[in-house]
């Protein structure tokens, strides 16, 4: 498939909202505006996902990430309305690299290692059960683009910092255990919950699994040349430098001061990387609001197996995105709406996949020329990524 494939972009100028956590956006108003744009040749995309900040927070002028704030997003674009998917984190992360609908055990965060027993599908293809990993036929990114030859790793802060909780690749507890790294400790601040890949035997269970999903610093040698930078790489900081915890156990102040200092330290590491200046593309964001936002966008339905609150309100609230990339014009502000599931959708357009769960519908659009529309030309001579 045509790495210059055609995708919709909706501009919606009725989701500007006053409100303090911003409007639900509906498919009536994405369609207001639909225009036709090619995706830029992409071929490493880089993903670091924060914890826990509402977009009237992070984005204020008395922010205390000004780092992301200010100085990323005048180097990029600005995703006003993009929103999480649901709450606490983990049904968050699943979505991101794979599609699919929250479980009443990933709404709380697994804090037991459960199989998910699947009694059933749904007609739009999500499975049907409970639980938190899921069995090898349920697909990821992952799995995609190593099926079509990509490359691509999780690096993951702490993981294995202290290998009595967990190994140091491929870190997870033991299945039907309960998860010892819901909490940090003064040694190892790394948690499973933040490591979407771990839920999921396609690719916990595969050889690659330790060679793939590996503690941060790797990420460092790894950006040494483009011929070593994976095509797509999901960075996950501790529960400390992603903003989770405030005060962090080991002193650190946490919250978007300490999430600020990290993405000061690895933001340049990954831009001044051969491969993120041939042809990459940064996304930062959050998981969730705060969970009294659970505002949605996009056409996003619970799906068959969450618990939903009496009022039916189940969304992740609106927590924004920076996004750079030599394709994006400096100072670029959206405000089509888009979620999680918009995420996966343009990764897997970028590489040329097909789109899995919830990345499926019509309603859920890939980042568009509101993002990309203005940015940098590339050269002729770039080919596509290899297949």
């Known amino acids: 498939m045509n790495l210059f494939r055609s995708h919709r972009a909706f501009a919606a100028a009725s989701v500007l909202s006053a409100a303090a956590f911003g409007s639900p956006c509906t498919e009536s108003s994405q369609s207001a505006v639909n225009a036709v744009v090619a995706m830029p040749p992409i071929k490493h995309v880089f993903v670091i996902v924060l914890e826990n900040q509402g977009f009237d927070t992070t984005f204020a002028p008395t922010t205390r990430a000004t780092y992301l704030a200010d100085t990323l997003r005048k180097q990029g674009a600005l995703l006003r309305q993009y929103y999480g998917i649901g709450h606490f984190s983990l049904d968050n992360y699943i ?15 697994c ?7 699947q009694t059933g599908t749904t007609s739009d293809g999500q499975p049907i059960g409970a639980g938190c990993v899921y069995p090898a036929s349920v697909k990821t990114i992952a799995n995609q683009l190593e099926a079509r030859t990509y490359t691509w790793r999780g690096y993951m802060e702490d993981m294995g910092a202290d290998e009595t909780r ?9 299945i039907g255990r309960p998860d010892s790294t819901e909490w940090a400790t003064p040694a190892d601040q790394y948690a499973t919950k933040h490591n979407p890949f771990m839920y999921f035997h396609s690719v916990i269970d595969s050889p690659s699994c330790k060679r793939r999903v590996v503690p941060l610093p790797a990420l460092s040698k790894d950006l040494e040349s483009a011929s070593t930078t994976p095509n797509f790489s999901f960075i996950t900081p501790s529960l400390c430098h992603d903003g989770h915890d405030r005060p962090c156990v080991n002193g650190e102040p946490g919250g978007l001061e300490s999430a600020n200092l990290f993405l000061k330290h690895w933001v340049p590491i990954i831009t001044e990387s051969q491969a993120f200046r041939d042809d990459g593309l940064l996304i930062i964001t959050f998981d969730e609001a705060l ?31 920076v996004l750079i990339s030599r394709f994006i014009k400096p100072g670029t502000v959206s405000e089509v709406p888009y979620n999680h599931y918009s ?12 789109h899995l769960g919830y990345a499926r519908p019509r309603s859920v659009t890939p980042f568009g020329d509101d993002i990309f529309g203005s940015g940098s030309t590339p050269a002729s001579s ?6």
């Open 95 to 109: 979505a991101m690299i794979s599609g699919m609908g929250a479980t009443a055990q990933t709404q709380i965060d």
């Open 111 to 117: 804090p037991v290692f459960l199989d998910f027993v």
């Open 166 to 174: 967990e190994s140091s690749t491929c870190g997870h507890p033991t």
């Open 291 to 321: 969970s009294i936002d659970r505002s949605s966008c996009c056409g996003q339905v619970p799906g068959p197996n969450a618990r939903v609150a009496q009022d039916g309100m189940f969304g992740g609230g609106r927590i924004g995105a």
């Open 343 to 354: 995420l996966l959708k343009s990764i897997e357009d970028i590489f040329g996949v097909d």
């Open 382 to 387: 770039k080919s596509p990524a290899p297949r």
